[in-house]
């Protein structure tokens, strides 16, 4: 799943564990899924899986970070080599970056778009009903598509850019 982000993209940990709550990763039988988030991502920090955190100087936790290289470019190997397989999870770029995951694409469940990504429209139903996170970061939209109020499965939408 860490392979959705970009090489030194700085990530903020509450997006990250929101879309962990929204793919089902997290469990706990009182429903305290951001309290589990929260443990899990101090143990991923704590065993150097993710770097350079940046603190909230008020609250004294952490709010962004870096995944270590060596872990993007492990799990960036993994999904390379699994691209012939089913692509759940997606992170575009840019229009350059479509190519053989699009063709592999069928039911995402995220899908993280910036501004040079294609536009959301340009995804079948098919590829997209079972969306489950959805970013449309940066893209500049003037308004939001219909085709997102037919998505059952969303359960984490992050707007920004909005124009």
């Given at each position: 799943y860490c392979?959705?982000?970009q090489e030194d993209e700085v990530i903020e940990k509450d997006r990250l564990i929101q879309l962990w709550m929204a793919q089902g990763f997290l469990q706990h039988p009182d429903d305290e899924l951001e309290k589990?988030?929260?443990e899990y991502f101090y143990d991923l920090l704590n065993n150097s899986l993710f770097q350079d955190p940046v603190i909230d100087r008020k609250l004294g936790n952490v709010v962004r970070f870096k995944m270590h290289d060596v872990v993007?470019?492990?799990a960036r190997a993994l999904s390379i080599n699994d691209v012939s397989q089913q692509v759940r999870h997606l992170s575009l770029l840019g229009y350059e970056q479509c190519g053989s995951s699009l063709e592999a694409g069928n039911n995402?469940?995220?899908l993280?778009?910036?501004n040079n990504s294609p536009k959301l429209e340009n995804f079948s139903n098919n590829m997209i009903k079972y969306l489950r996170a959805l970013s449309l970061g940066g893209i500049?939209?003037?308004e939001l598509p219909d085709s997102?109020?037919?998505?059952?499965?969303?359960r984490y939408l992050h707007i920004?850019?909005?124009t």
């Open positions: 392979a959705i982000f589990v988030g929260e993007h470019d492990l995402f469940r995220t993280l778009l910036s500049r939209i003037e997102i109020g037919e998505l059952k499965h969303l920004r850019g909005i």
